[in-house]
């Protein structure tokens, strides 16, 4: 479906994805990669640990980062709190930045924003990955528009965690039946919206 046909007769709340659904990601990985060079198998391992970890359930943010600092510093000369400092402080940041420099918005997605909330519906930004806000200020998007930022991490898990994706609805008291999951994965957002039983769109 596309964005601009998309109709919010129904629907109470808008649950939207953030990379890849606000902006364009296309060569954005490649860009990392030339950015940090030099810690190239620290990328590595971080990918590698979010595939390993995609359907692991911690009952809280610093569990899963303890577990998951652990596993990216597993076999590797690095330590756990240098995975941790790298992540929070090279990683996310240089994210942000190459996000603000090459990343356009996704303007029609922006405008299903804008015609949400002009609506009065709830809002929200469901996220996989950290730094939300920083994100959102970079793509000139205003975080305060909206009526909940999460990444899933801080819930426990990643997308589409079943639990995680309850707490979001609960925490906005949200109706699966008049809610909309907007987002660039079906594997990912689809399903998170699917096990809920709310509605999906694709972009």
Not at 10 to 21: E, N, S
């Amino acid at each position: 479906m596309k964005v601009e046909s998309v109709q919010l007769e129904g629907i109470r709340t808008v649950i939207f994805d953030l990379d890849g659904t606000l902006y364009d990601k296309k060569g954005l990985a490649q860009r990392m990669v030339r950015r940090l060079w030099w810690c190239l198998p620290l990328l590595a391992a971080e990918r590698l640990t979010r595939r390993k970890m995609h359907e692991v359930q911690f009952a809280s943010e610093e569990e899963f980062f303890s577990h998951f600092f652990a596993e990216m510093a597993r076999g590797h000369w690095w330590s756990t709190k240098m995975a941790e400092r790298w992540y929070n402080h090279v990683y996310l940041p240089t994210m942000v930045e190459l996000i603000g420099m090459t990343c356009p918005r996704h303007e029609n997605v922006v405008k299903l924003m804008n015609e949400t909330k002009k609506r009065g519906l709830k809002m929200a930004v469901y996220s996989d990955y950290g730094s939300v806000v920083d994100k959102l200020k970079v793509l000139n998007i205003d975080p305060e528009q909206f009526d909940l930022l999460v990444a899933a991490p801080e819930l426990g898990a990643l997308k589409p965690s079943k639990p995680c994706a309850e707490k979001v609805m609960k925490m906005l008291d949200a109706d699966p039946s008049t809610t909309l999951f907007v987002g660039d994965r079906d594997e990912k957002d689809g399903e998170t919206a699917r096990v809920v039983g709310a509605k999906f769109l694709l972009v």
